[in-house]
């Protein structure tokens, strides 16, 4: 069974900076296929960036240039770094894990909230 737990969310103002984690266990990171989403109230949720098995990422025209995406398999945690944050950013920040035998998993969330 894979775990996955968020952190790192919080209020920030607009352009400032956070960094996301998702530690996973119950599995090794780099053998899940992973991605960030997100939720803002009222709409459903997006995808903001994947990454593969191999190491290949994926941004939303959202999130390209302002956000990266990576994985530190020593602490088997994958991280989305963000920046020049926007008021537009502000949602719940979900992490998935897919297996290679194509079961998904999802974490708990963490809030990000971009205003002055």
């Known amino acids: 069974q894979v775990q996955l737990v968020e952190s790192g969310g919080g209020l920030v103002q607009p352009g400032g900076s956070l960094r996301l984690s998702c530690a996973v266990s119950?599995?090794?990171?780099?053998?899940?296929?992973m991605g960030w989403y997100r939720q803002a109230p009222g709409l459903e949720r997006e995808l903001v960036a994947t990454i593969t098995t191999g190491g290949i990422t994926t941004y939303t025209d959202s999130a390209k240039g302002r956000f990266t995406l990576s994985r530190d398999s020593a602490k088997n945690t994958m991280y989305l770094q963000m920046n020049s944050l926007k008021p537009d950013d502000t949602a719940v920040y979900y992490c998935k894990a897919t297996t290679p035998f194509n079961s998904n998993y999802w974490g708990q969330g963490t809030q990000v909230t971009v205003s002055s």
């Open positions: 119950g599995s090794v990171v780099r053998l899940l296929a």
